[in-house]
């Protein structure tokens, strides 16, 4: 007959099996870099069409460590440490404030610091410029419906984050979209890293009410777990169906035609298995400004 204390070694053991598992199906989102995964470890990059981008989960390796229970633990223990952390908290209008929090998912970080926490909604509409290889990509961001979203964008851009970094991972057919923000991808086909790069920050989703992923939206890339968004994005040239998880940031007013151009050159190779990849044609963000519109 199994003892207590037995009994509380098997919890243990199924537990760890549990965590191990869970880690490996991470690990393995993580190294895919699509829009629903911002792929920090993952940035954020989308729903169940592709895993993990953006463009920004992965590999919880601090939450294991300290989940990861031993053989006197009991079953009220194993419960604790099953509950997740509280992740970053939406904007808060009565204080005009964004919950900026480190982003410890493990992936690999250009550290240029925090956003302010304070911003303004007005004006209503921010004009982002990407200066590329290609020509300029424009799009209005939505500063009233994604404040810390924009707010974000706009200390990333000041902080020249974006500059030299090259768009690593173009859709298919069936998910039209180019994954941009990761200051560290090669975007050459062979790197296995692209897609983990993000500011060592996340934030929550927003404007996700009725969001829509339509030809000329961008949008933010993030990983399966709610508050995962960093700095990657995906401009969208086709129509995406996806679930309203990811933050619909802006409009593309010009560039498309770039897009398009990009998509008709195709991808290198298909190295996630889901036909997407880095593209034919470079695409490489030489700067970025931002500008109030009234």
């Known amino acids: 007959m199994a003892t207590g204390k037995d009994r509380q070694k098997q919890l243990a053991r199924e537990h760890y099996e549990r965590q191990m598992q869970r880690r490996i199906e991470r690990e393995h989102k993580a ?3 699509a829009i629903i995964g911002s792929t920090v470890g993952v940035v954020i990059v989308v729903g169940g069409i ?3 981008v953006a463009v920004l989960g992965g590999n919880d390796t601090q939450t294991e460590a300290a989940a990861s229970p031993s053989a006197s633990a009991s079953a009220a223990d194993t419960a604790a440490a099953e509950q997740p952390p509280a992740g970053p908290k939406p904007y808060d ?4 404030s964004c919950d900026y929090v480190a982003d410890t998912s493990g992936g690999q970080v250009k550290d240029v610091g925090m956003p302010p926490a304070k911003v303004k909604t007005t004006p209503a509409i921010k004009t982002m410029t990407f200066n590329t290889n290609l020509g300029d990509i424009v799009v209005e961001l939505d500063n009233a419906k994604a404040p ?10 000041n902080k020249k984050y974006y500059d030299g970094s090259k768009c690593h991972r173009l859709g298919s057919q069936q998910f039209p979209m180019l994954q941009c923000g990761d200051p560290t991808a090669k975007a050459d086909g062979k790197s296995q890293g692209d897609g983990s790069g993000g500011p060592g920050y996340v934030m929550a989703e927003e404007n996700l009410q009725g969001a829509q992923y339509k030809r000329g939206v961008m ?8 508050g995962s968004t960093g700095s990657q994005f995906f401009l969208v040239y086709g129509d995406i169906g996806l679930t309203p998880d990811y933050t619909p940031v802006g409009t593309i007013t010009k560039g498309l035609d770039i897009l398009d151009k990009v998509n008709k050159a195709g991808i290198i190779a298909d190295a996630m298995g ?3 990849g880095a593209p034919k044609e470079t695409v490489e963000i030489k700067d970025v400004t931002i500008a109030g519109k009234s």
């Open 219 to 226: 949008a933010m890339a993030k990983t399966q777990a709610k």
């Open 274 to 276: 889901d036909g997407t």
């Open 93 to 96: 209008a009565a204080t005009g």
């Open 148 to 157: 810390c979203t924009t707010n974000s964008l706009e200390f990333l851009a």
């Open 31 to 33: 190294k895919r870099t």
């Open 50 to 52: 592709v895993a993990a």
